[in-house]
Every structure is written in C-alpha cells, then in structure tokens.
C-alpha cells in the first residue's frame, strides 16, 4: 500500500539551485496539490491540479512551478531556490477536486536552503 | 480576508475528554474538515461536516454551527497516542481549502 510518495524525504541546498521535489500516487486520483508547512502558519497551497494536462496557482504560488503530465505524477520546482523557500512540503491528492472530500498527504519533503 | 482560528496549544489527561474549538470567517463555506498531524508525520483525515449537528466517530467527535461560524472536535477517553497537532480546514465558496495553524495537543499520563 503506497498511497502518495514524496522524494527526497530532506534535502540541504544551496541558494540559487534548481530543485525538483517528486509526487507519485497510485490511488488514480483527479486532483493533487502542493502545500508548504511553516511553523506557526497553516498548510499553504503553492499550486494544485484538478486533472492532468491543468495546474493552477494557489496562495504562494511564487517561486515555483508544477506539471501535471499524467494522471500519477505531479512535481514541484523550485527553479532558484532563496532561503524563505526553507519549509516541510507536502503533496496531497483527493478523489474530488472540490475541496468536500478526503485529503490524502504524503510524508512530506523537508527543504532547507541556505 | 479569510481567517481560521484555533488555540495554538492544549494540555490534558490521559482518560480525560478535550475539546478543541475552530472558529472562521470565510467567504462562503462549502465544509470543514479536521486533520491530525503527528510530529513528523502527514496530516490524516479525522471528520467533514457540511451540516450543522454532532457527527461522532469513536472516541472522535466533531461539531458544527455553521451560523456561529463555530466547530469543535471533541476527544474522549484520551489516550498517550492523542498527542498531535489538530487542524481545522474551511472550505470556501471557492472550494479552496483554508487552514487553521493547528492545535498542538500535548497528553500527560
């Protein structure tokens, strides 16, 4: 049973690099997202896809880029990373691409940038 | 603009009955959800409620008045496990998701 899969659990990085943070999901789910977690703040929506071949931005959606090529896979890029990208990702997806239905989360990628 | 608030931190006992509150003010509401979060760990789906009412799941119960702009999760018989962050979620007349910072639950025995 795998769910959601994230990579890299954690990851060190330079300011400035390009970084690629993978999402893989076997449930055949429509919509997936990506959030960010800071401390103090709730769950953040960078950007989201209610099917493949669409995307759409969220709340934060600055700095980085997604594609949803087909149904399973939906990465996240930072194209060049600054330290406020410094967060815990998580990659979520849902049967329903209302918001009404059940959120399933990866474990999370936890990104520092220096 | 859109707000969910909820106590940032809880302490209780271990066969005790918390219950946290969430209250928010969005634009529309189209359900509210309540996540645990363990440290480290994904979110997990815990309750939605779309009506008014008490739904009860276990030693999980979740509240709404959509009127008050109020919903609360009740734990009972708590146990060690319980101990986790609580998140409250709206879903908007957008059917955006818009999350509180969470309830840091901490258990003592």
């Known amino acids: 049973i795998a769910g959601i899969t994230q990579a890299p659990t954690s990851q060190i990085l330079a300011a400035g690099r390009r970084m690629t943070l993978r999402c893989t999901q076997d449930?055949?789910?429509?919509?997936m997202y990506w959030y960010r977690q800071d401390l103090g703040l709730g769950l953040r929506l960078i950007h989201y896809s209610n099917t493949a071949g669409t995307t759409g931005k969220g709340e934060v959606p600055d700095g980085y880029s997604v594609s949803r090529a087909n149904t399973d896979d939906f990465p996240l890029t930072l194209a060049s990373a600054v330290p406020s990208q410094t967060s815990v990702y998580f990659c979520?997806?849902?049967?329903?691409?209302?918001?009404?239905?059940?959120?399933?989360f990866g474990e999370g990628s936890r990104l520092t940038v220096l | 603009g859109q707000n969910i608030d909820q106590p940032t931190e809880m302490t209780a006992t271990e066969g005790a009955i918390v219950q946290i509150n969430c209250t928010y003010q969005?634009?529309?509401?189209?359900?509210l959800f309540w996540y645990q979060q363990h440290a480290g760990e994904a979110p997990t789906f815990l309750s939605y409620n779309v009506l008014d009412g008490l739904e009860e799941k276990g030693r999980f119960s979740s509240f709404l008045s959509r009127s008050k702009g109020y919903s609360y999760l009740l734990l009972k018989e708590l146990q060690m496990k319980d101990s986790a962050s609580y998140l409250c979620?709206?879903?908007?007349?957008?059917?955006?998701?818009?999350w509180g910072a969470g309830t840091k639950l901490i258990i003592k025995p």
């Open positions: 979520a997806s849902s049967e329903d691409t209302a918001n009404t239905g059940e959120l399933f």
């Open positions: 449930m055949r789910h429509n919509a």
């Open positions: 979620a709206v879903s908007d007349s957008n059917y955006q998701l818009i």
């Open positions: 969005t634009s529309g509401f189209n359900g």
